[in-house]
């Protein structure tokens, strides 16, 4: 696998995560403090003695409204042809301001317009407050963002208290009105129940990704071992068939004294007198002391690449390699190709001599299943960890975004709101 295509997975992860941290950005800049508004309102109705009084907790000022007490006659807008306009959002919005009311609180209802184009008309009227009441009943209030009002005072109560009181203005009784600062209120942290999904959240990834590193070891372990036993049991083999092999000493005539005769392909050097050579089934010659130590390691030809066990009849179906660490990937995608050419590769041997071998009783293709592991106990390639790791980091990254998300959906009762 290239090295692009292991940095495939991991830049997405890189990119989920980066996606998901600016996501909730917005929810943690609108998670700010706010102010609540503790609104006393008492309405006098025609007829009866004592005037009836109820109080507003859940009062919260406008982010952008001054932190400020103040009293008033609370009026509703004056119908616009024919029909109640309770939103404020008409250019020909007005208010019936009475003669002796010198100041007086505007009630407007939440939505089809900003909260700006509500307060500011309200404003351009001369009320010294703005309450708005929200237009969803199971909703609490919102922190308002309205910049560029001045100082005119904006406050936001629920739906059930804003219809309360102009159902009083619409029979005509006075109400007033008096909004007093209430408590600073923090940004809020996750929600209990957030917090909760957030835990079992991360203890469920906890798990599957100490599952999941807890099989891939238990393969890698195996994977070792596996790979040790072949070592072990190549090694004994190349050291079994180098003893089976021809050694003979150099003499005064012999062809390899010849100037012409090819030199030791391992040390590069021409045969001298008294020389110890090796002769390989291949019918070429090394010296002892050069070919012995490459046999061990690679149980091939120098020259022809021929492997000795094979053609000695020594595990044909273990390949010899370049390295005695044998690399996984080779050796499971060599087994099948070597299975089926060991019967073409042993036909060829005929050339080199090697018919009595097979006439001995020696089958060219023994099974020794614990030579070789097996698909079934090492079933994770070395050259895809690479993917399987990056690919399990970005679904941890999605995962973890998706925690993210579903825990900042708590934070609606702090978000600010335009409109």
Known sequence: MSGAARAGPARLAALALLACSLWPARADNASQEYYTALINVTVQEPGRGAPLTFRIDRGRYGLDSPKAEVRGQVLAPLPLHGVADHLGCDPQTRFLVPPNIKQWIALLQRGNCTFKEKISRAAFHNAVAVVIYNNKSKEEPVTMTHPGTGDIVAVMITELRGKDILSYLEKNISVQMAIAVGARMPPKSFSRGSLVFVSIS?????????????????????????????????????????????TRTVKKGDKETDPDFDHCAVCIESYKQNDVVRVLPCKHVFH????????????????????????????????????????????????????????????????????????????????????????????????????????????????????????????????????
């Open 202 to 246: 991360f203890i469920v990834l906890m798990i599957i990704s100490s599952a999941w590193l807890i099989f891939y070891f238990i393969q890698k372990i195996r994977y070792t071992n596996a790979r040790d036993r072949n070592q072990r049991r190549l090694g004994d083999a190349a050291k079994k068939a180098i003893s089976k092999l021809t």
């Open 288 to 419: 002892k002391s050069c070919v012995d130590p490459w046999l061990s390691e690679h149980c091939t030809c120098p020259m022809c690449k021929l492997n000795i066990l094979k053609a000695l009849g020594i595990v044909p179906n273990l390949p010899c390699t370049d390295n005695v660490a044998l690399d996984m990937e080779r050796l499971t995608r060599t087994q099948a190709v070597n299975r089926r050419s060991a019967l073409a590769d042993l036909a060829n041997d005929n050339a080199l001599g090697l018919e009595p071998l097979r006439a001995s009783g020696i089958s060219p293709l023994p099974q020794d299943g614990e030579l070789t592991p097996r698909t079934g106990e090492i079933s994770i390639a070395v050259t895809k960890e690479w993917f399987i790791i990056a690919s399990f980091g970005l679904l941890s990254a999605l995962t973890l975004c998706y925690m993210i998300i579903r825990a900042t959906a708590s934070l609606n009762a702090n978000e600010v709101e335009w409109f």
